[in-house]
């Protein structure tokens, strides 16, 4: 996905959520990983400041109540939904740290899947 298409997928979102929410995926994509701390260390490099302020800023973005993961994965379908191609959904139900269990939606691009929601469940 573009940084065009991202900042489309969070234009409803405040400037500040998106600013981070950026930083932290471009951190990602050069990265390649998911891990809170080389994310943290890459924030830091690129803003200017201390890894324990880049690490509580990436902190606090994954415990912020006001950051509506549902208004995301709208504005998510729906760009990818503008493709020319049909929208294909695979849904992967996983075994997740007993007795949890993860329901997860993808919207396929290409040969990659592109999650768009997700829901942890109490194996009953």
């Given at each position: ?31 390649r ?13 690129r ?27 709208r ?23 007993p ?26």
């Amino acid at each position: 996905m573009s940084r065009e298409a991202l900042g489309k997928v969070l234009s409803p979102l405040r400037k500040s959520q998106r600013t981070i929410i950026m930083l932290v995926v471009e951190a990602m994509v050069a990265l390649r990983q998911a891990a809170s701390i080389p994310i943290a260390l890459a924030l830091a490099q690129r803003v200017g400041s201390q890894a324990d302020c880049a690490l509580t800023r990436v902190y606090r973005l994954l415990h912020n109540p006001r950051l509506d993961d549902l208004v995301i994965s709208r504005e998510m379908i729906r760009t990818l939904a503008r493709r020319s191609s049909p929208l294909l959904i695979a849904l992967d139900w996983t075994e997740w740290h007993p007795p949890l269990r993860m329901l997860l939606a993808s919207v396929v691009v290409g040969t990659r899947a592109v999650p768009v929601s997700a829901a942890a469940c109490w194996r009953q």
